[in-house]
């Protein structure tokens, strides 16, 4: 099977994660692509490939004669794709993309303008994976999992091919930040690893953002319109007033590179209580902590003008930067950047405004860092991927995994 065979029949199921349940995977739907990929690559003839309880699939790859006493080195993507876009029913395209506008649905007029994303000219002359207009694509990350198991596939079908020894593991939730939760290192085995969970072909991340999640809740007093000077408090009015008093230029619209942000997801309530949740980002450290504590601090304020217990703050640490874990691990850059050069492809080291799986796994023990998929465009309607990039990602798996590790 090709790989763009593969990817087309992995993005056909609905895998979106939910922040809404406590489940783990937090939707059941994912493990049905969990139990079909267990059970391909036990078809291919992977070893003890299975899905546990969790929705976490394994599969080792034994090493080829002579190589048996490399350390073991993982690949990794996540099987979910985001919540923030329709994912049942997806309908990929494969069209030519010939330059200009590319339009994705004519009946409802959705458009991929050239304008507004000028980054698709450079694809001109190519075949792209793209949407219908009316859900995500999955390349995000299903490409992810293609191209990996198609690299395996190559490799079993060339013992000739020399390697070392080989584990796979495709995650659930990872979208939500869960999906490193329940990874059992341990069962995995490997040494150290590598996501295939970026964006344009040739990506190479080992930095990524220090991330938390806020829940900001205020708390009012409800008293009849008629009668309320000087009586009501409006917790929506305060939970406003909170989220104006932080730097309105520091928001994931008005950032880029390595500039943090604070960013609102979703707001509710009325008068008597009010909830924002927030997300909190940043590539610095000390940035990060900083960040934190203006949102306490900014809670402090509304309770010095309203009164105590007006304005609440929970914040959860999500994941931390994998840079400085990584600086004792640079031969996995290395050699990312050696495969990636042998397949004639320029690496693009760029900083992950966001996260992955191996940010959190590395903190655990196996450094990882990220390599590309070829898609862009993710969490949305715009979603796409080349054809050729996920046939040279492959190749760049090749090359990866038949380098000589040592211990």
């Known amino acids: 099977m090709t790989v763009l065979e593969r990817f087309l029949c992995?993005?056909?199921?609905?895998?979106?994660?939910?922040?809404?349940?406590?489940?783990?995977?937090?939707?059941?739907?994912?493990?049905?692509?969990?139990?079909?990929?267990?059970?391909?690559?036990?078809?291919?003839?992977?070893?003890?490939?299975?899905?546990?309880?969790?929705?976490?699939?394994?599969?080792?790859?034994?090493?080829?004669?002579?190589?048996?006493?490399?350390?073991?080195?993982?690949?990794?993507?996540?099987?979910?794709?985001?919540p923030s876009a329709p994912g049942k029913d997806v309908r990929p395209q494969v069209v030519r993309y010939e330059g200009g506008d590319l339009t994705l649905n004519k009946e409802l007029g959705v458009v991929m303008e050239l304008s507004r994303f000028p980054g698709l000219g450079k694809y001109a002359g190519q075949e792209l994976v793209v949407t219908d207009g009316t859900t995500l694509l999955g390349a995000d990350d299903k490409a992810g999992?293609?191209?990996?198991?198609?690299?395996?596939?190559?490799?079993?079908?060339?013992?000739?091919?020399?390697?070392?020894?080989?584990?796979?593991?495709?995650?659930?939730?990872?979208?939500?930040g869960q999906g490193a939760d329940h990874f059992d290192l341990a069962a995995f085995g490997a040494a150290a690893g590598y996501t295939v969970d970026g964006g344009e072909l040739g990506e190479l991340n080992y930095e990524n953002f220090n991330a938390a999640s806020a829940k900001v809740t205020a708390r009012g007093l409800s008293v009849h319109t008629g009668s309320a000077k000087d009586a009501m408090k409006n917790a929506a009015s305060i939970a406003c007033e909170f989220a104006a008093l932080l730097p309105p230029a520091e928001t994931p619209e008005h950032t880029q590179g390595r500039e943090g942000f604070f960013h609102l997801c979703d707001m509710k309530g009325d008068v008597t209580e009010a909830e924002l949740a927030y997300i909190i980002r940043d590539h610095n450290k000390e940035r990060f902590q900083a960040r934190k504590e203006t949102m306490r601090r900014t809670?402090?304020?509304?309770?010095?003008?309203?009164?105590?217990?007006?304005?609440?703050?929970?914040?959860?640490?999500?994941?931390?930067?994998?840079?400085?874990?990584l600086r004792d691990h640079m031969d996995l850059v290395?050699?990312?950047?050696?495969?990636?050069?042998?397949?004639?492809?320029?690496?693009?080291?760029?900083?992950?405004?966001?996260?992955?799986?191996?940010?959190?796994?590395?903190?655990?023990?196996?450094?990882?860092?990220?390599?590309?998929?070829?898609?862009?465009?993710?969490?949305?309607?715009?979603?796409?991927?080349?054809?050729?990039?996920?046939?040279?990602?492959?190749?760049?798996?090749?090359?990866?995994?038949?380098?000589?590790?040592?211990?």
């Open 10 to 82: 992995y993005a056909a199921y609905d895998t979106q994660s939910s922040e809404e349940t406590k489940t783990t995977p937090s939707t059941e739907k994912q493990k049905v692509l969990g139990q079909a990929l267990a059970k391909e690559l036990n078809i291919l003839g992977l070893a003890d490939a299975r899905m546990d309880e969790n929705g976490y699939v394994y599969a080792k790859l034994p090493a080829t004669p002579g190589r048996e006493g490399e350390p073991c080195l993982g690949l990794i993507a996540h099987m979910d794709t985001a």
């Open 145 to 176: 999992i293609a191209e990996i198991v198609t690299a395996a596939e190559y490799l079993l079908a060339h013992p000739e091919l020399s390697h070392g020894p080989i584990a796979l593991g495709f995650t659930p939730d990872e979208e939500i």
């Open 299 to 325: 809670a402090e304020f509304l309770n010095a003008r309203y009164g105590a217990g007006t304005v609440a703050v929970e914040i959860t640490d999500s994941y931390y930067n994998m840079l400085e874990p």
């Open 334 to 407: 290395e050699n990312a950047r050696a495969a990636m050069r042998k397949a004639g492809v320029e690496p693009m080291e760029e900083p992950i405004r966001g996260g992955t799986d191996g940010a959190r796994l590395t903190y655990e023990g196996l450094p990882c860092p990220n390599l590309s998929t070829g898609g862009f465009h993710f969490h949305g309607v715009y979603e796409a991927i080349p054809v050729a990039a996920m046939e040279k990602m492959v190749e760049i798996l090749l090359n990866l995994v038949t380098m000589e590790r040592k211990g």
